[in-house]
């Protein structure tokens, strides 16, 4: 093993770094005192089914550093529940899934336990996690290039900038004060949990799909007294629950359905690109529409897998939708050409914490997560016409009303000459006025239910359809639209409708451009230039703060376990 681990990464076989992985899961569960858990190896799993060579062309990818693993596999200590960069296997809507057990509250307080935290040792460990996540897996392994840059890219920064024009302020003039008050705000992105917290849910127990813990960081809260709200209490889905009497015609999508027949010996096959792909096809349809839509595109959105998704000059987050490859498809979805594989990864150590009472819960990446990489799906149950008003902080609308009364997709789709008659047709019945989808993760969802809202949010939600063009078949995923650095809390933007009914327009976001920060007026009338400059002064920022609390002591325990091992 010494000698496996000493190799550079770019001359591991597959089966190679397998055993390195098996070797670092058993050194952390013997640190983490933890029980093994299952080892689920889709990718090896689908690797044997379909012969998959071990290909030397399947080069490592280098992570943001180019440091390899030779370099830091061997300081890797406690490793947190992600030891396993696959979640359960996803089914599609309406086919039997997964749904966790109902938590209650009794078997929540059971589990409730105060633990130590080492803020700058947890980020550290969840970065060497993220690393060895992508080069132990073979469908990420060579595919898959994870980048995070020590300056800020144009692109990112203009979309940043249009971001906040959309929600605050539009062709301002006035220079932003770089003051001390807004460095504070900046300075303060990064969530630093105390030193004590409260560990709520620890491992899989409840929601089994996934690795998250949640932790409650209410000073003074002790495990007999501590808060558990009803939030807490919900069934886990990694996919969407559609009622299969109620909604028969939406799942049976017959002759329409998109499916293909792609195969490969390797480990992903290139459905992306690959012009016979229906599926492909489809992507390729919706990008050419995306572009009629953004007339001020200068480029087009790609959907593939693992190609960033960067919304471009969008009016709207809502404009922007891809088609995917599917489990129902030859390549089984593991391909280049599903966005939502990614997804499936455990690449990405989030965690859910609650920092005061009023916002409730929140979720924080431990890992520097680049810009376009779609990190959460909204699961729940697919609703039709009213919601229980009850669950309406909860819900997100499938498809959205444009100013004609029709659903841009279903618009713009009408619009394509191209377009299956058929397909058209059903989809108009779908969207029939009055008729309104949403998914509601009240009583069922997943992690994405918790994602808090935010003046100057770091995600945006885009529509991937899988197999057809029904509410049934939409997905609904939160990309990120810049690079979220580790520690830093992840958030999307609720709408303006939101903040006024279910906010009252009291928004705890906590950020410079929010209405109720004193800095508001400022950044409201702040002209293109600053902003631009605002967005370069926090990233560069931020990368800093990650470069000296994680890159930096990488390299030092590097450094220092090398010469050791000499
Ligand atoms: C979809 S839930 C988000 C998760 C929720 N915090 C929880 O603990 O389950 C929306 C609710 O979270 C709270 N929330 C989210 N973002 C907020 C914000 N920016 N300001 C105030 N409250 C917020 C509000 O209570 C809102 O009704």
């Avoid at 495990?223 to 069934?235: G, Q, S, V, W």
């Avoid at 920022?541 to 990488?554: E, G, H």
Wanted: glycine residues 6%; hydrophobic residues 30%; positive net charge.
């Amino acid at each position: 093993m010494k000698k496996l681990l000493s190799k550079d990464t770019k001359t591991l076989t597959m089966v190679q770094a397998e055993k390195i992985a098996a070797y670092l899961r058993i050194i952390a569960l013997k640190n983490g005192k933890r029980k093994p858990m299952p080892k689920i190896g889709i990718a090896k799993k689908w690797r044997k089914k379909n012969g998959a060579r071990e290909s030397s062309s399947e080069t490592s990818s280098e992570d943001s550093e180019g440091t390899s693993t030779k370099d830091w596999s061997n300081i890797i200590k406690a490793q947190p529940d992600g030891v396993t960069n696959k979640k359960e296997d996803r089914n599609g809507p309406g086919e039997t899934y997964g749904v966790g057990n109902l938590r209650t509250k009794d078997s929540i307080r059971k589990d409730l336990k105060v633990v130590k935290w080492n803020e700058e040792e947890n980020l550290i460990q969840c970065e060497i996690q993220a690393r060895l996540a992508i080069q132990t897996d073979p469908e990420l392994r060579g595919f898959y290039k994870r980048k995070i840059d020590p300056r800020i890219h144009n692109g990112e920064m203009k979309t940043m900038v249009r971001i906040h024009q959309i929600l605050v302020g539009k062709k301002g003039t006035l220079d932003i004060t770089f003051n001390e008050a807004l460095l504070k705000f900046i300075k303060n992105e990064r969530y630093i949990p105390p030193k004590q917290r409260l560990l709520m849910i620890g491992n899989k127990s409840f929601d089994w799909q996934t690795n998250v813990k949640v932790f409650s960081d209410i000073p003074k809260e002790i495990p007999a007294t501590a808060d558990i709200p009803n939030t807490m209490l919900y069934r886990y889905t990694n996919s969407l629950h559609v009622d299969k009497k109620k909604f028969k015609n939406l799942l049976d999508l017959g002759k329409t359905e998109v499916k293909c027949e792609c195969c490969h010996s390797g480990s992903i096959v290139p459905c992306w690109a690959n012009e016979k792909c229906p599926c492909y096809k489809q992507n390729v349809r919706l990008r050419g529409i995306q572009k009629i839509m953004n007339q001020m595109s200068h480029s087009r959105t790609n959907f593939s897998t693992f190609e960033p998704i960067y919304l471009r000059d969008n009016d709207s987050y809502f404009d922007t939708f891809g088609f995917a490859c599917s489990e129902s498809c030859g390549c089984k979805g593991r391909c280049t050409n599903n966005v939502t594989l990614l997804l499936e990864k455990d690449i990405y150590q989030l965690e859910v914490f609650r920092k005061n009472a009023n916002m409730g819960f929140g979720i924080r990446t431990n890992t520097a997560i680049p810009r376009g990489t779609p990190i959460l799906e909204f699961t729940g149950e697919l609703v039709q016409g009213k919601v229980p008003v009850a669950d309406g902080d909860y819900v997100y609308s499938v498809f959205q009303e444009a100013e004609n009364g029709e659903d841009l997709i279903s618009a713009t789709l009408m619009k394509d000459k191209k377009a299956n008659k058929k397909q058209v047709q059903e989809l108009k019945e779908h969207l029939a006025e009055g008729k309104e989808w949403f998914i509601n993760p009240k009583r069922i969802g997943n992690l994405a239910r918790t994602c808090c809202h935010s003046c100057e949010p770091n995600l945006s939600l885009v529509r991937v359809f899988q197999k057809g063009f029904t509410p049934a078949h939409c997905r609904l995923i939160l990309v990120t639209q810049e690079v979220v650095f580790p520690g830093v809390e992840l958030t999307f933007d609720y709408g303006a409708k939101y903040i006024e009914e279910h906010l009252k327009n009291n928004c705890l976001c906590g950020r410079a451009s929010c209405k109720s920060s004193p800095l508001y007026k400022m950044m409201d009338e702040a002209n293109e230039k600053s902003l631009e400059m605002y967005q370069t002064l926090r990233y560069h920022y931020r990368y800093n703060d990650f470069k000296t609390k994680v890159l930096d002591p990488i390299e030092a325990k590097v450094a220092a376990g090398t010469s050791h091992g000499e």
